[in-house]
C-alpha cells in the first residue's frame, strides 16, 4: 500500500505526478484548475462515471440536464475508466473500517470510498477539491487536495 500523505497543491506545484484518479468534483471543476497541480496523465473511476450518470438523471430542467449531460458525455470520450473491481471492493471494507475507526460516518462518503479504494489498489494518488473528506485512511492513501 502506498504511503498516506496529504499534500497541498503548493506542495506538489513542483512536481507533478505521472498518473493520478480525479474523483468526481475534481472532474467536474477541471476546467478551473491548474493543470501543473494534476498528474500528468489523469484517470476516473467507473465510480465517477457512475455519480455523472446520476446527475444527469435527477437534474431537474433541460439546460441543467443538457449542461450534465455535457460533461457526462466528454468522461466517456475522453477516459477509459478504472473498474471498481474484486480488489477495489475488498478495499473498500478497509477504508469503511477505518472511517469508522476515525469516529466518522462512512454512509455519505460511500462513493468518495469507492473511488479511493480504485485509486489505493492501483497505487494511484487521489487528487480531489474535498480532502477532508478522506481522513483517517491512514498508510492506504495517497490524497493531493486540489
Do not use: W
Not at 478551473?32 to 489523469?42: E, I, N, R, T
Not at 457512475?50 to 450534465?68: F, S, T
Not at 497505487?123 to 487536495?145: C, E, I, Q
Request: hydrophobic share 50%; aromatic share 4%; charged share 20%.
Amino acid at each position: 500500500m502506498p504511503a498516506t500523505t496529504t499534500r497541498s497543491s503548493a506542495a506538489v506545484a513542483d512536481h507533478r505526478y505521472p498518473s493520478g484518479v480525479l474523483d468526481t468534483c475534481t472532474y467536474i471543476d477541471l476546467a478551473l484548475l491548474d493543470p501543473a497541480k494534476l498528474p500528468s496523465v489523469p484517470e476516473l473511476t467507473a465510480v465517477t462515471l457512475a455519480e455523472l450518470h446520476q446527475g444527469v438523471a435527477m437534474a431537474k430542467d433541460a439546460a441543467v440536464r443538457a449542461a450534465r449531460m455535457e460533461v457526462l458525455g466528454a468522461a466517456v470520450a475522453d477516459f477509459e475508466s478504472l473498474p471498481f473491481d474484486g480488489e477495489a471492493a475488498a478495499r473498500y471494507g478497509t477504508l469503511v473500517t477505518l472511517t469508522i475507526a476515525a469516529n466518522r460516518d462512512p454512509r455519505p462518503r460511500r462513493m468518495d470510498l469507492m473511488i479511493a479504494a480504485v485509486a489505493s489498489v492501483r497505487g494511484l494518488p487521489l487528487f480531489t477539491r474535498n480532502a477532508g473528506d478522506f481522513k483517517g485512511l491512514g498508510s492506504t492513501l495517497t490524497v493531493v487536495a486540489v
